[in-house]
């Protein structure tokens, strides 16, 4: 039976990565498909005109985020096509990530992705929320972006990761893209990722993952370095 090797842990990360790429493609791509469907003369125009519903406050968000006022208005307009009420809540959230993973079952993981970008709380993932998490993935320091998965693998948001959250995490990537894959995934597979992971980052062996490690492993290591790269130009 072959076990899951201390290098093999690198699924986790692989794994996020392409999930926050393909979020960030799916709505991106959805703009620009709009934008190229519109007349050559409203098309030559958009670089100096504003969608015709968008949120309040451009301008503050244009500050608040590393997006140009452009890139702003084509993802805002992105953003109202598929989620025309300007809120995306936690089943709609479900509904379009399981277009990316039809075979499996993307919902526990999807809950969760939702939750880090739904940073105050409410039920629910406004524009203002969508781009705020895009500017930190897609635009933020290597700090940033490591802040940003560490808040997504502390389910409970008290600042460590526990084995038994990690768990959650690899089982919820497992059902969603480990029972299609060849050959198949072992059932104790996802226990044994954790185990790698914390044998990895737990450099203080007190049973918890703090985002200082978190942070501190993530850099030594030269492949989750050169995946974090795949992000730059998304957008």
Not at 144 to 160: Q, V
Not at 164 to 181: Q, R, V
Not at 218 to 226: G, P, T, Y
């Amino acid at each position: 039976m072959e076990r899951a090797s201390p290098h093999s842990d690198s699924l986790l990360y692989a794994s996020l990565i392409v999930i926050l790429l393909l979020i960030s493609y799916w709505f991106t791509t959805k703009c620009f498909k709009i934008i190229s469907g519109i007349e050559d003369s409203v098309e030559d125009e958009f670089e100096l005109s504003t969608v015709c519903h968008r949120p309040e406050g451009l301008e503050q968000l244009q500050e608040q985020t590393k997006f140009s006022r452009k890139e702003l208005q084509v993802l805002y307009r992105g953003f109202k096509n598929e989620c025309p009420t300007g809120l995306v809540n936690e089943e709609n959230f479900k509904q379009i990530y399981s277009q990316f993973f039809p075979q499996g079952d993307s919902g526990t993981y999807a809950a969760f992705l939702f939750n880090a970008f739904d940073t105050d709380h409410d039920g629910s993932i406004s524009f203002e929320d969508f781009v705020a998490g895009l500017s930190v993935i897609l635009r933020g320091t290597i700090d940033d972006r490591l802040s940003w998965a560490f808040n997504l693998y502390d389910l409970n948001k008290d600042g460590c990761i526990t084995k038994e959250e990690m768990l959650d995490i690899m089982k919820s990537i497992y059902d969603m893209m480990g029972k299609y894959t060849y050959p198949a995934m072992q059932e104790e597979a996802p226990r044994e990722h954790v185990e790698n992971f914390f044998q990895k980052m737990d450099r203080n062996k007190d049973g918890v993952v703090t985002i200082e490690e978190f942070i501190e492993s993530c850099q030594k290591d030269e492949n989750i370095m050169r995946s974090m790269q795949l992000f730059d130009n998304v957008i």
